[in-house]
Structures are given as structure tokens and as C-alpha cells.
């Protein structure tokens, strides 16, 4: 089992730029591949970034691809997105999350969530 810890959220104006961090704890973090999703009101989760046990491969939804860019360190246990040129439309709780297969994340699922964190993108 692996907790997680989101923190980096916050509210920025269009065009801004912020970095998510998530911190695992529990079982080697290295074990497991990472995604960031998020959920906007009123709309389901999905997924916005994926990455495999060690940085090999890497994965986008068509909306981020060229701002953001998702990172880890496992030395650190630790999971980033850095985000550029924020969009209103990227409002919404990013959550973190861990699952054993990578193929899992890309897809939209997980075994693993932390709590969330909000980012508020303003005009």
C-alpha cells in the first residue's frame, strides 16, 4: 500500500505557470507507476498525465500536451506536474495516484488516490 499527499495547489491568473508535488509514503514508490488526474465541478475524473516506474514513458491528455509536463523522482518519493500557460479551463482538484501497471493510468484508472489539491486558473 502507498499513501499520497498532493500539495502545490492554489489560485493563479491565466497564463501563469504552477508545480504539483506529491509525496508517497508506504510501499517502494518506485513500484509503481503515477498518474495525475483531475476533476472539474460537475465533470467526471480523468486522467491528465502518466508516467511509468521510472520516467520511461509518459503519457498526455491532447488538452496539456506542450504545458504541462509530469516528473518523478525516486530518490525523493516523490511525483511532480509542472504546469504552463494555465487555462480557465484547467480548473478543477488535481488528485495524484499510484497503480502497479502503467497501462492502468493511461487508461483513467488507479488503485491508489491522495486527497486532492485545487487549482483555480482566473481570467
Known amino acids: 500500500q502507498v499513501q499520497l499527499v498532493e500539495s502545490g495547489g492554489g489560485l493563479v491568473q491565466a497564463g501563469a505557470s504552477l508545480r504539483l508535488s506529491c509525496a508517497a509514503s508506504g510501499r517502494t514508490f518506485s513500484s509503481y507507476a503515477m498518474g495525475w488526474f483531475r476533476q472539474a465541478p460537475g465533470k467526471e475524473r480523468e486522467v491528465v498525465a502518466a508516467?511509468?516506474?521510472?520516467?520511461?514513458?509518459?503519457y498526455y491528455q491532447d488538452s496539456v500536451k506542450g504545458r504541462f509536463a509530469i516528473s518523478r523522482d525516486n530518490g525523493k518519493n516523490t511525483l511532480y506536474l509542472q504546469m504552463n500557460s494555465l487555462k480557465r479551463e484547467d480548473t478543477a482538484v488535481y488528485y495524484c495516484?499510484?497503480?502497479?501497471?502503467?497501462?492502468?493510468?493511461?487508461?483513467?484508472?488507479?488503485?491508489?488516490w491522495g486527497q486532492g489539491t485545487q487549482v483555480t486558473v482566473s481570467s
Open positions: 508516467i511509468d516506474w521510472n520516467g520511461g514513458r509518459t
Open positions: 495516484a499510484a497503480d502497479p501497471i502503467y497501462g492502468t493510468v493511461v487508461a483513467g484508472r488507479s488503485n491508489y
